[in-house]
């Protein structure tokens, strides 16, 4: 069983800089394909970013495009979000999670992560 553990998300001003890391406790994590997504009360969990296995590709959802960088160590098992002119719509509890199993190509749909971390809260004030 892999752990996830998310860290770094806090209180911000708009327009300022979060970077939140996930570390995974154990597995090939070259393996997995690795994603970060939110969510806001009453709201379904939406996808906002992802890196392949091989480091090669990284995947957005539209709104975040040009502000957010996922980027990985494998060495160090762990991936970060750094999250650049933040928006009081960018609030929510981003999680971390990891593919390990499906190599459908899918990095967008929550389904084919079978590994999530507990979640942090990031808050963006206007």
């Known amino acids: 069983q892999v752990q996830l553990v998310e860290s770094g998300g806090g209180l911000v001003q708009a327009g300022g800089s979060l970077k939140l890391s996930c570390v995974a406790s154990?597995?090939?994590?070259?393996?997995?394909?690795m994603g970060w997504f939110r969510q806001v009360p009453g709201q379904e969990r939406e996808f906002v970013g992802a890196i392949s296995r091989n480091d090669v590709s990284t995947y957005y959802r539209d709104s975040v495009k040009g502000r957010f960088t996922v980027s990985r160590d494998n060495a160090k098992r762990l991936v970060t979000l750094q999250m650049n002119s933040l928006k009081p719509e960018d609030t929510a509890v981003y999680f971390c999670?990891?593919?390990?199993?499906?190599?459908?190509?899918?990095?967008?749909?929550?389904?084919?992560?079978?590994?999530w971390g507990q979640g942090t809260q990031v808050t963006v004030s206007s």
């Open positions: 999670a990891a593919n390990s199993r499906d190599y459908s190509g899918n990095y967008i749909s929550a389904s084919v992560y079978n590994y």
């Open positions: 154990s597995g090939i994590f070259g393996a997995y394909v």
